[in-house]
C-alpha cells in the first residue's frame, strides 16, 4: 500500500492527518516552528485569547510531578488586537490547518473575540475554552456547569458560521452531559479532556510547589483518565470528539483513535520534544502499512466493531 490516507474530518473541517498541537504548548506556532515542519501536521491550536490581554498567575507557575507536570499559567495571553497584528502574519503561511482557542470571563467576551476573529480567513475553526482549572473568574465556573457550557455554545454557535470545538473539563462527575449540551446547541465537535486539578509541597518549606497551590495536571500521568473520558463520550454522544491527555506517542494516538477520537492534540510531550509531533506522524504511516488499514479515519471509534 503506498497511499495511505491519513486525512480525517471533524465536522466540516478537514485535517490532512489527525496530529494537533495542543493550546498552551506552542505559543503562537512561531516558539515551536524552529524545531519541527508545521506544514505537516494536521493543524496548531493557539494559546487560549482573550479579548484584553493576560499577564496571568505570578511564577513559579510550573512543577514537574511524576510522570506529568502542573501549571497554573493563569492564561496568559496577549489578548485579541494583538494577536491579529502581530500573530495572524505568521500563522497565515504555517501550510497547516489554523484552530483559535478562546478563553473569557463571561459569555460577551466569548461572542466578541470569535466576532473578530471570524473576519480572518487563516482561522480555519474555533476550539472554546470553558474548562481552564487556574483562573478564579471563567474557566471552571464554566466548565463545572451544564447550563452556562449550553449557553456559550449557543452564543457562540451564532457567531460564527466556521466550526467550533468545545473543550471540555474533565474536572466533572459526567462529561457525557457537556460533550451533549455542546451537541445540543450546534457545536462541531468536543475536545477532551483540558488538564485535572493537582497539586504538589515541598516538603521542607512545607509551600506549595506553584504559588497558585493548584494547577492543572498533564502529561503521561493523565492518559488513562483522558482515555476514559474520550471513549465515555464517544458510547453515548454522536458527536466527532479531539483526543487529548498524556499523549506522548503514536500508539497513544492510535489507542485515543480506537476509544472514539478522530484526531488528537499533543500537549506536554512538546517540551520533552518539541518534533514529536512530525515523527508521530510517520510513525502512524508505518502503522496503517503493518495493519493493512489504507484510510487512518477508519480506527476512531473502532472498538465497536
Ligand atoms: C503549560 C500549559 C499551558 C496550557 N494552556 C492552555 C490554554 O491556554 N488553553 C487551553 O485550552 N488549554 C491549555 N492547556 C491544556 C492543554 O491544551 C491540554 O488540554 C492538557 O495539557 C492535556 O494534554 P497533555 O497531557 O498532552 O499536555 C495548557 C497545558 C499546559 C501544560
Same mark, same amino acid.
Request: hydrophobic share 40%; net charge neutral; glycine share 8%.
Given at each position: 500500500?503506498?497511499?495511505?490516507?491519513?486525512?480525517?474530518?471533524?465536522?466540516?473541517?478537514?485535517?490532512?492527518?489527525?496530529?494537533?498541537?495542543?493550546?498552551?504548548?506552542?505559543?503562537?506556532?512561531?516558539?515551536?516552528?524552529?524545531?519541527?515542519?508545521?506544514?505537516k501536521?494536521?493543524?496548531?491550536?493557539?494559546?487560549?485569547?482573550?479579548?484584553?490581554?493576560?499577564?496571568?498567575?505570578?511564577?513559579?507557575?510550573?512543577?514537574?510531578?511524576?510522570?506529568?507536570?502542573?501549571?497554573?499559567?493563569?492564561?496568559?495571553? +496577549? %489578548?485579541?488586537?494583538?494577536? &491579529?497584528? #502581530? $500573530?495572524? *502574519?505568521?500563522? =497565515?503561511? /504555517?501550510?497547516?490547518? @489554523?484552530?483559535?482557542?478562546?478563553?473569557?470571563?463571561?459569555?460577551?467576551?466569548?461572542?466578541?473575540?470569535?466576532?473578530?476573529?471570524?473576519?480572518?480567513?487563516?482561522?480555519?475553526?474555533?476550539?472554546?475554552?470553558?474548562?481552564?482549572?487556574?483562573?478564579?473568574?471563567?474557566?471552571?465556573?464554566?466548565?463545572?456547569?451544564?447550563?452556562?457550557v449550553?449557553t456559550?455554545t449557543?452564543?457562540?454557535?451564532?457567531?460564527?458560521?466556521?466550526?467550533?470545538?468545545?473543550?471540555l473539563s474533565?474536572?466533572?462527575?459526567s462529561?457525557?452531559?457537556?460533550?451533549?449540551?455542546?451537541?445540543?446547541?450546534?457545536?462541531?465537535?468536543?475536545?477532551?479532556?483540558?488538564?485535572? +486539578? %493537582?497539586?504538589?509541597?515541598? &516538603?521542607? #518549606? $512545607?509551600? *506549595?510547589?506553584? =504559588?497558585? /497551590?493548584?494547577?492543572? @495536571?498533564?502529561?503521561?500521568?493523565i492518559?488513562?483518565?483522558?482515555?476514559?473520558?474520550?471513549?465515555?463520550?464517544?458510547?453515548?454522544?454522536?458527536?466527532?470528539?479531539?483526543?487529548?491527555?498524556?499523549?506522548?506517542?503514536?500508539?497513544?494516538?492510535?489507542?485515543?483513535?480506537?476509544?472514539?477520537?478522530?484526531?488528537?492534540?499533543?500537549?506536554?510531550?512538546?517540551?520533552?520534544?518539541?518534533?514529536a509531533?512530525?515523527?508521530?506522524?510517520?510513525?502512524?504511516?508505518?502503522y496503517?502499512?503493518?495493519?493493512?488499514?489504507?484510510?487512518?479515519?477508519?480506527?476512531?471509534?473502532?472498538?465497536?466493531?
Amino acid at each position: 500500500m503506498n497511499s495511505i490516507d491519513l486525512s480525517v474530518k471533524i465536522g466540516s473541517l478537514t485535517l490532512q492527518n489527525p496530529i494537533l498541537l495542543a493550546s498552551g504548548t506552542v505559543g503562537y506556532g512561531s516558539e515551536i516552528s524552529e524545531y519541527a515542519d508545521l506544514s505537516k501536521i494536521g493543524g496548531i491550536v493557539t494559546k487560549s485569547i482573550s479579548l484584553n490581554p493576560r499577564k496571568g498567575n505570578p511564577p513559579p507557575r510550573i512543577a514537574e510531578t511524576s510522570s506529568g507536570m502542573l501549571n497554573a499559567i493563569g492564561l496568559a495571553n +496577549v %489578548g485579541l488586537e494583538e494577536f &491579529i497584528k #502581530t $500573530k495572524i *502574519p505568521f500563522l =497565515k503561511d /504555517i501550510g497547516s490547518t @489554523l484552530i483559535c482557542n478562546i478563553a473569557a470571563s463571561s459569555i460577551e467576551e466569548y461572542v466578541e473575540c470569535t466576532k473578530a476573529l471570524n473576519y480572518e480567513d487563516t482561522v480555519k475553526a474555533f476550539e472554546i475554552n470553558v474548562s481552564c482549572p487556574n483562573v478564579k473568574d471563567g474557566g471552571l465556573i464554566f466548565g463545572n456547569d451544564v447550563k452556562y457550557v449550553r449557553t456559550i455554545t449557543e452564543k457562540v454557535r451564532a457567531a460564527t458560521d466556521k466550526p467550533i470545538i468545545i473543550k471540555l473539563s474533565p474536572n466533572t462527575a459526567s462529561i457525557k452531559e457537556f460533550a451533549q449540551a455542546a451537541k445540543d446547541e450546534g457545536a462541531d465537535a468536543v475536545s477532551a479532556i483540558n488538564t485535572l +486539578v %493537582g497539586t504538589a509541597f515541598n &516538603i521542607y #518549606t $512545607k509551600k *506549595p510547589k506553584i =504559588k497558585n /497551590i493548584t494547577g492543572g @495536571l498533564s502529561g503521561a500521568a493523565i492518559k488513562p483518565v483522558a482515555l476514559a473520558k474520550v471513549l465515555e463520550i464517544s458510547r453515548n454522544v454522536d458527536i466527532p470528539i479531539i483526543g487529548i491527555g498524556g499523549i506522548m506517542n503514536w500508539q497513544d494516538a492510535v489507542e485515543f483513535m480506537i476509544c472514539g477520537a478522530s484526531a488528537v492534540q499533543l500537549g506536554t510531550v512538546n517540551f520533552i520534544n518539541p518534533n514529536a509531533c512530525v515523527e508521530i506522524i510517520e510513525d502512524l504511516k508505518k502503522y496503517c502499512i503493518e495493519t493493512k488499514l489504507e484510510k487512518i479515519s477508519k480506527l476512531t471509534a473502532s472498538y465497536l466493531i
